[in-house]
């Protein structure tokens, strides 16, 4: 009986475990999986996970693709499978070698519940594939920018695919919401986003090029919401429109927003202060909170596991770090001092803000300050991992998983060893 049901745990554990290396990367597109065949007549090459030629496929064979990859900088697609006899083992091989199965799409249904109000932001437009994959065969019909249309997810997984089913002048298919090239409505009416220092608007939801800064402690109210992997929000501020990141605005909590709600944040370290900007070498508007203060807030940011609230004190309104004096606080000092030698040794290259220059150099001040300097190191290391390929730590997770099933397994066998040799 003992021997049964550690063999039973064993074996529930190595499944989960294999459940995890497979969804783990979450950034790249979730999809339906669906089965294709290889459309090109010399055969295609595939890859394994660290980026080395696997082999060939020869022309014709079928495949199950599991999910896609788009390089950010190259915007090369790329779709991954495994074979049967290799679970643990996983491939990538070129969305241009491959044609879903003519039968695919349509076992593809949408929710009619699940649906959004869209409009489409690219400056190319968006164009209409047969299916909710890259690997699908496009249909020509290109919906332009500003178009508003209705688009609906798929019955099956729902918001965790980033493809809506849409119809557009008689042309009915699917068009992908990666890389800020769709918005769509806020959740609540009263949402609303608080800059938390100057910060730039992006042309495109890549995050390089800049065409405007907001100012500290600015109320934007008009923005759309645009997909999680691109984190972030497409917004207007006096006339110019682009997208914010996330990562460097506070957003309000409008279901709590009343004179007799909010959250409630305790003081717990000494010598917390209250910020003009969140920013822990800016103006200081109070300089000591008393521990066990209670302060209420409707605006709250997080930046790298850390985070700021927008809170008043002595009715003065103003920023507080809310782990002040904690020891992550001391890493994240620790990372910026970091970043500002980083700086000095070798030379970053600048954002160019090509529009709205008079904006720009009449709200960006004290760029060399410790917070702005971990804004644009995060900013980079957002970039790195957007353009690079997903696959490493797709790898990294399948070696923990497979030394963690192997641990699991000898610890079993071991255990069944010594319960038998005591029963003899």
């Not at 495994?82 to 679970?87: D, G, I, P, R, T």
């Not at 109320?219 to 501020?237: A, N, P, R």
């Given at each position: 009986m003992k021997k049964t049901l550690l063999i039973t745990v064993v074996c529930i554990l190595a499944i ?409």
């Amino acid at each position: 009986m003992k021997k049964t049901l550690l063999i039973t745990v064993v074996c529930i554990l190595a499944i989960i475990s294999l459940q995890l290396a497979v969804f783990a990367d979450m950034g790249a597109p979730e999809i339906e999986p669906y089965k294709a065949s290889i459309s090109n007549v010399n055969g295609a090459k595939y890859y394994n996970s660290e980026g080395n030629e696997a082999g060939k496929l020869d022309y014709g064979t079928t495949i199950t693709i599991s999910y896609e990859i788009e390089n950010w900088e190259t915007k090369e697609r790329t779709a991954t499978f495994s074979f049967a006899e290799e679970q643990y083992e996983f491939y990538t091989i070129s969305i241009n070698d491959i044609t879903p199965l003519e039968d695919e799409a349509e076992k593809v249904k949408y929710s009619k519940e699940d649906k959004e109000e869209l409009i489409i932001l690219s400056e190319d437009g968006v164009e209409i594939s047969e299916g909710p994959a890259y690997g699908y065969e496009k249909t020509g019909v290109v919906i332009p920018k500003g178009e508003e249309l209705t688009g609906y997810r798929t019955e099956k997984m729902g918001s965790a695919v980033p493809w809506f089913f849409v119809t557009y002048e008689g042309t009915s298919g699917w068009v992908c919401e990666l890389n800020g090239v769709i918005g769509y409505g806020k959740d609540y009416e009263n949402q609303k986003l608080l800059t938390p220092r100057a910060t730039k608007i992006y042309k495109e939801a890549d995050y390089r090029k800049a065409v405007a800064v907001i100012p500290a402690n600015t109320i934007i109210t008009d923005f759309l919401e645009i997909d999680d992997w691109s984190q972030g929000y497409y917004v207007t501020y006096e006339g110019v429109s682009g997208y914010l990141s996330n990562g460097y605005c506070a957003v309000n909590f409008p279901w709590l927003e009343t004179e007799k709600k909010s959250f409630e944040y305790e003081v717990n370290y000494p010598e917390v202060k209250l910020y003009k900007e969140a920013n822990t070498n800016g103006e200081v508007l109070i300089d000591n909170i008393p521990v066990g203060t209670k302060l209420e807030y409707f605006y709250g940011e997080d930046i790298r596991f850390t985070g700021w609230i927008y809170t008043s004190y002595n009715n003065v309104n103003g920023w507080v770090y809310y782990i002040e004096d904690g020891s992550v606080y001391k890493d994240y000092l620790q990372y910026a001092n970091d970043a500002i030698l980083a700086q000095e040794s070798e030379e970053i290259e600048e954002d160019v803000i090509e529009e709205n220059e008079e904006v720009t150099e009449n709200t960006v001040t004290e760029r060399e300050n410790e917070e702005t300097v971990m804004n644009e190191v995060a900013t980079e290391e957002q970039k790195e991992n957007k353009g690079s390929s997903t696959m490493v730590s797709a790898t990294q997770i399948v070696i923990i998983c497979a030394m963690f099933g192997v641990t699991i397994a000898v610890t079993s066998f071991v255990t069944i060893a010594l319960v038998n040799r005591k029963k003899k």
